[in-house]
Nanobody
């Protein structure tokens, strides 16, 4: 049974940093691309960042480019999202997803397995 679990969310002041982790079990993560999405109440889930199977190729939503960094450690079956210079508009539930493809995607339907999400709240 595949499980994807996010951790590391919390409450932080504007300008602060958080590091989210995404641990997968029941699959060999190096065979999957990974992505991070976020969602606020009443809005659609939106793309944040993605990384290919090896970690060499990454891409980001314009809203987080230069502030967030996606990475992975295949030996630990874990992915990460480092979030710096956080803003109140970054407040959301953040979801990690795994895609049965070597390359990441921007669409929700690109991904096969999802975590339950972790709340990130940025206070002004």
């Amino acid at each position: 049974q595949v499980q994807v679990v996010e951790s590391g969310g919390g409450l932080v002041q504007a300008g602060g940093s958080l590091r989210l982790s995404c641990t997968a079990s029941g699959l060999i993560l190096r065979n999957y691309a990974m992505g991070w999405f976020r969602q606020t109440p009443g809005k659609e889930r939106e793309f944040v960042a993605a990384i290919n199977w090896s970690g060499v190729s990454t891409f980001y939503a314009d809203s987080v480019k230069g502030r967030f960094t996606i990475s992975r450690d295949n030996a630990k079956n874990t992915g990460y999202l480092q979030m710096n210079s956080l803003r109140p508009e970054d407040t959301a539930v953040y979801y990690c997803a795994a895609r049965a493809n070597l390359n990441g995607g921007r669409r929700i339907n690109d991904y096969d397995f999802w975590g339950q999400g972790t709340q990130v709240t940025v206070s002004s």
